[in-house]
């Protein structure tokens, strides 16, 4: 599906030369923190998006900006981030705090990290969709809000008496099944999660990606995601951008990302999983990644790669496109 997805799917959300950086003060003194440093995507309509990198990339800040819900310390907020809306493109950096809140209640929806934070502990499931629901569609009453929310939670195969219950009183799995429920239930064209499937054991987890997969294939809409568990990339993903230091470096579909890596670091991330039958020592990343308020010059990689160059240290590689849907930012592409 990701082979063609170029030449048949439309661009749903675009970013060009996004920039999005943190100005932090440590001991007295200012510092930069480069989060996400000029990305340019393409999401398509009808496609699962994985963002794959280590702790501290940017993966979170960028999902947030694609949201256009950034708030303090940030300190610049640069380049494009566009929506096609009705077959016209809107750049969402450019509209006012009320046209983005307007636009985030009508087109995309977002699932945060820890269900936790999306519920109010003292009042029950059924309430906190009626507040939802409410605040986003004013005319529907209390009755017709109870059953949307019972028709969405019996389409996904939750037990209805979830919305009787407190969220304390569901487990941590059960917890984020209804969040996502919520986060789908007005049918956004856009879902964005960061890390849907954290501090779950596998089998949970399975659960919750199947979940994620049949929204995604009966609303046929768009979702983009970040997870450090490649596995869930593998099972979920039609196509990884895979991020380091705040970039994009390559960008693949899922397939093609497992089988033919071509950037150092993410041959480094392929290879460090483990294989059936292979029991011998996976090599993982050496070193660790840079504080992105202190980067090096060049390409970011370059202080851990073990194919370094000269240019490497002084200039950062524009992307090379390998194929349609395969491209990626190295100086060593096209050497053996």
Known sequence: ????????????????????????????????????????????????????????????????????????????????????????????????????????????????????????????????????IGSHVNERNRAEIFELALRRIQELGLPSNVLDVYPHQLSGGMRQRVTIALASILNPRIMIGDEPTTALDVVVQRGVIQMLMDIQQNLKNTIIMVTHDMGVHANIADRIGIMYAGKIVEEASTETIFAEPVHPYTQFLINSLPKFGDKSMRDSVPGSPPALSDLPSGCPFHPRCPYVKDICRQEMPDFSQLDENHRVACWLVGEN
């Open 1 to 132: 599906m990701a082979e063609t997805m170029a030449k048949t799917k439309q661009v749903v959300l675009r970013t060009e030369q996004l920039k999005a950086f943190y100005v932090l003060e440590v001991r007295g003194i200012q510092k930069i923190v480069k989060a996400v440093n000029d990305v340019d995507l393409q999401i398509y309509e009808n496609e699962i998006y994985s963002i794959a990198g280590e702790s501290g990339c940017g993966k979170t800040t960028l999902l947030k900006a694609l949201f256009n819900d950034i708030v303090p310390p940030l300190r610049l907020l640069e380049g494009k981030i566009c929506y096609r809306i009705n077959d016209e493109e809107i750049d969402v950096t450019r509209l006012s705090k009320e046209e983005k809140r307007r636009l985030r209640m009508e087109y995309i929806s977002f699932i945060p990290q820890g269900s936790m934070s999306v519920f109010n502990p003292v009042i029950k499931i059924e309430s906190a969709f009626a507040d939802f």
